[in-house]
């Protein structure tokens, strides 16, 4: 079919047929696909149709995206797909001059078992870290790529013994103005990173409830998970003060994630449970699931990461079982698994640090180099990595620039 031409011979990019329209833009950027829906009416009736977006999703993952993932309320095919464009660029633009590593008087010196990437209020990359040998601190990510060689430029502030335990959860809440920390010492502690870096607002002691596992902000509550099984609900504006409290697993709860105002815990019972804070007495659903080192929710679905090397799918409006998939083809235990836009990031113990596709069979398509000690926990933010080590340190993967 040959398209039709203006009075004066040159051919309209308007008049193509449709699929040749569709052809045209595979072969552009989402992100820029997404904008031609400005140029006219033509243009934005086509690229405006979700089932061109699925069809090029499936095309670029080779099958299907998981039934839970297109439901969620929040699901944006054309958004997707920019977010699977980009995660592939990421990865395959990975070199060593992307990569920072601590060490010396900025590192930790005991393993590092929490870390959150967050954004100021002006935008600015941060990393928050908590260890083991019981201190905060906070990194800036601007810095190391500003001055790769002064590593003490990179520590903004840190907090030697901020608690009498290590340290096993933190969280931020208002761009990273306050900052929440668990402790082995059954307490939480609040924390204010305004001038005065890590000025502590308040703190409370959960003896009866043992060793805080994990601390989540919602709103203005602090949900921790206990090592004695219990989860609480904390006044942030009533000096942490318990306004609600339940014993929901029968042993430690080693993950907890939220999604409004629901729960979702997992312990060593092997049970995944999801409450409502609004009424912790009850658990609303409860599954069985195989051993876990930890869970984590990313659009529609809950990530179980196993110590025999498989992450499992669960469907997270009803528990039911979406798909699984083996990270480490030896059966060595995943510690994390983390959804971004557009792939699943897999932390192992021993095979580093790897990406999936989002397909319900996916494909691993990145792995790193074998990490330097045994890593312990890791976070992702924009392209960004963070990886908490066993040795203290804590090594950076920064989204190269041009991206």
Request: hydrophobic content about 40%.
């Given at each position: 079919?040959?398209a ?12 193509l ?7 045209i ?25 979700d ?8 095309r ?6 998981p ?48 870390v ?75 924390w ?60 430690s ?25 609004r ?23 809950a ?7 498989f ?5 997270a ?59 312990c ?27």
């Amino acid at each position: 079919m040959v398209a039709a031409s203006s009075s004066s011979g040159e051919l309209k990019l308007t008049t193509l047929p449709r699929e040749i329209l569709l052809q045209i833009f595979d072969n552009l950027r989402p992100g820029h696909v997404a904008r031609l829906r400005l140029v006219c009416r033509i243009f934005n009736d086509t690229i405006d149709d979700d089932r061109y977006w699925l069809t090029r999703i499936q095309r670029t993952l080779g099958a299907k995206l998981p039934v839970a993932e297109t439901r969620c309320e929040n699901f944006h095919p054309n958004k997707l797909m920019d977010g699977i464009y980009f995660e592939s660029e990421r990865w395959s633009n990975v070199n060593d001059e992307d990569k920072f590593i601590t060490d010396g008087a900025i590192s930790h010196y005991a393993s590092v078992d929490a870390v959150q990437l967050f954004r100021n209020s002006s935008r600015r990359k941060f990393c928050l870290s908590g260890a083991r040998d019981r201190a905060l601190k906070l990194f800036d990510l601007a810095a190391m790529r500003e001055s790769p060689e002064d590593k003490d430029a990179w520590l903004v502030a840190g907090k030697e013994a901020a608690h009498e335990g290590w340290i096993w959860s933190v969280d931020t809440t208002n761009c990273g103005a306050q900052v929440l920390s668990g402790s082995w010492d059954s307490t939480i502690s609040l924390w204010d990173l305004g001038e005065r870096a890590f000025e502590r607002i308040s703190t409370a002691k959960h003896v009866p409830d043992g060793a805080v596992t994990g601390v989540l902000i919602d709103d203005n509550v602090a949900i921790c998970s206990k090592f004695h099984s219990y989860i609480t609900v904390n006044d942030l504006r009533d000096g942490l003060k318990t306004i609600a409290r339940s014993k929901v697993h029968t042993g430690s709860i080693t993950a907890i994630a939220k999604k409004g105002s629901l729960i979702y815990s997992y312990g060593v019972d092997k049970k995944l449970k999801v409450t409502d804070r609004r009424n912790l007495a009850k658990p609303l659903m409860t599954l069985s699931v195989p051993a876990s080192l930890n869970m984590s929710l990313g659009q529609g679905l809950a990530y179980i990461s196993t110590s025999s090397g498989f992450v499992y799918a669960i469907r997270a409006d009803d528990l039911s079982f979406s798909h699984k998939f083996k990270a480490v083809a030896t059966g060595r235990p995943v510690r994390q698994v983390i959804k971004t836009s557009g792939s699943i990031l897999a932390l192992t113990q021993l095979n580093g640090l790897k990406a999936f596709t989002l397909a319900s069979t996916p494909v691993e398509f990145y792995t790193s180099e074998k990490f330097h000690c045994e890593p312990c926990r890791f976070d992702y933010l924009d392209g960004d990595v963070v990886v908490g080590c066993g040795d203290g340190s804590v090594a950076f993967w920064q989204c190269p620039a041009a991206l």
